[in-house]
């Protein structure tokens, strides 16, 4: 595995270096369960993701701090399309495993998402996007749309599943995705969903795809 330079700075390790060498210096690194919440499996897990190349990683910062950590992917045919994670303030306790391994892998695609070698950055969305999309364009616009409304959406009264749950699921042939009027925009119609804070105009949005 081909380890970024500075991933072997922080775990005292060389690059190429075998699963095994990883598990072993993971193992004496205390900041992979501190800050990523992971044990040296499920550390390994997300590395081996990362060095595979099947996802493309960016950060942004967010433009409303959340409360907690959040995270969201999408998944189109069976496969994820995208994910999303958005990072808090320091002192919420470490992420869930799900989200402790997207962290990792924003790691090796950028060093800025661990500070100090010690904590999360906070306030990041860490995206990922599949190498191969089926629909990127509407992947990115979920996700970053997503992010910005959650912290808006969170301390609802009956909050919408994109906030209660971490997958949106699409199979193929979903309107929302098909092609056969591209006048009609579905894709639109659903963001807009996603994006609205009142509850009786998300619901019309969603009527309106229906």
Not at 39 to 65: T, W
Not at 102 to 108: D, E, N, P, Q, R
Not at 109 to 122: G, K, L, W, Y
Request: proline share 7%.
């Amino acid at each position: 595995m081909n380890l970024p330079a500075h991933i072997q700075a922080a775990l005292g390790i060389g690059t190429p270096a075998t699963d095994e060498q990883l598990y072993d210096a993971v193992g004496g690194w205390p900041v992979s369960r501190s800050a990523f919440g992971l044990s040296s499996e499920d550390f390994c897990a997300a590395a081996s993701e990362a060095d595979s190349g099947v996802e493309i990683i960016d950060l942004s910062p967010l433009k409303r701090m959340p409360d907690n950590w959040n995270y969201l992917e999408l998944i189109l045919d069976g496969s994820r399309e995208g994910f999303g994670v958005q990072t808090p303030k320091p002192g919420l306790g470490v992420p869930p495993t799900q989200t402790g391994q997207a962290l990792v892998k924003g790691w090796f695609a950028d060093s800025s998402i661990v500070v100090d070698d010690t904590a999360i950055h906070e306030g990041l969305l860490l995206r990922g996007m599949a190498s191969v999309p089926k629909h990127r364009d509407f992947s990115r616009r979920l996700i970053e749309t997503w992010a910005d409304v959650y912290p808006l959406l969170e301390g609802s009264n009956v909050p919408p599943p994109w906030v209660t749950q971490n997958q949106i699921i699409m199979f193929r042939g979903s309107r929302i995705l098909s092609a056969e009027s591209p006048g009609l925009r579905y894709e639109n119609l659903f963001i807009e969903a996603v994006s609205e804070v009142k509850a009786k105009w998300r619901y019309l949005s969603l009527y309106r795809i229906l």
